[in-house]
């Protein structure tokens, strides 16, 4: 009779398994009517500065518009959310489209870009071009080198991919091309371990981890400096980006995961 009683006993007994945490809600960080929150910083300006309406709203999205351009004169903009992250995803519908400016690099036709992990806008020359970031570049064809969206690219950083700390500018993802004018969702996960993924319309096209500051760049160089030479990046602000081509961002959507 003991024998069965104890095991009987010891099920009453047990506790039951902790529920898994909510998820914390995705939080809709861009209003659709305003950029309040957002910060421009145009190669050539000071932080804030954008008086020929490079980063407008239309129709219920960021628009990245070069109307009050003439030609491309290496006018990289970028648009910061106000709030670092540290470990999040981030969600947003995004679409190339148009004619870009005259006096674009061949590589710059039909690209744009998330930025994330990014420096500090105030903490960028006037005349540098990029943040040191790492970047969810956004690509669309017709382009004179076909390439799928959503790969990375590494200014003044470096990752590791496929288990070893990969040197190349931009890694390519295993998106298909994809065309100009059409809407398409991009999300990008950040674990708070460093393991990073790029997903496009809701499936992933590309992971890496164990993102770092680049020693031998000397944007990223007065960083490290103030980070006590500490070239770990794990956090940092999203930015998006302008490269001389028409672009929209629409229902941007970030959640915690810290």
């Not at 109307?67 to 679409?95: C, M, Q, S, V």
């Not at 028409?246 to 959640?255: K, M, T, Y």
């Amino acid at each position: 009779m003991k024998l069965f009683i104890l095991p009987i006993l010891a099920l009453i007994g047990a506790a039951p398994a902790p529920e898994p945490a909510p998820e914390a809600p995705w939080q809709r960080i861009f209003d659709g009517k305003t950029l309040t929150g957002w910060t421009p910083k145009i190669t050539g300006r000071a932080v804030g500065e954008d008086p020929l309406k490079m980063f407008t709203v239309h129709d219920g999205a960021i628009r990245v518009s070069y109307a009050n351009y003439t030609k491309f004169e290496g006018e990289f903009g970028h648009l910061f959310w106000k709030t670092p992250l540290k470990a999040y995803r981030i969600r947003f519908d995004y679409r190339l489209f148009g004619e870009p400016l005259p006096g674009i690099q061949i590589w710059q036709a039909s690209n744009s870009g998330l930025m994330f992990h990014a420096q500090a806008p105030e903490t960028m020359a006037r005349d540098q071009a990029f943040p040191v970031s790492l970047e969810m570049q956004l690509l669309a064809v017709p382009r004179p080198k076909e390439e799928p969206t959503g790969n990375v690219c590494t200014p003044g950083t470096t990752v590791v991919f496929e288990g070893k700390r990969d040197p190349r500018h931009c890694i390519q993802s295993s998106s298909p091309l994809l065309p100009l004018g059409r809407w398409t969702r991009a999300e990008l996960e950040v674990l708070p371990n460093g393991e990073i993924t790029h997903f496009i319309d809701g499936k992933p096209v590309l992971h890496y981890s164990a993102a770092e500051l680049d020693p031998n760049d000397k944007d990223a160089q007065p960083l490290i400096a103030a980070a006590g030479g500490r070239i770990a990046l794990r956090q940092g602000y999203i930015a998006l980006q302008s490269e001389g081509n028409q672009v929209e961002f629409r229902n941007i959507e970030v959640q915690s995961l810290d």
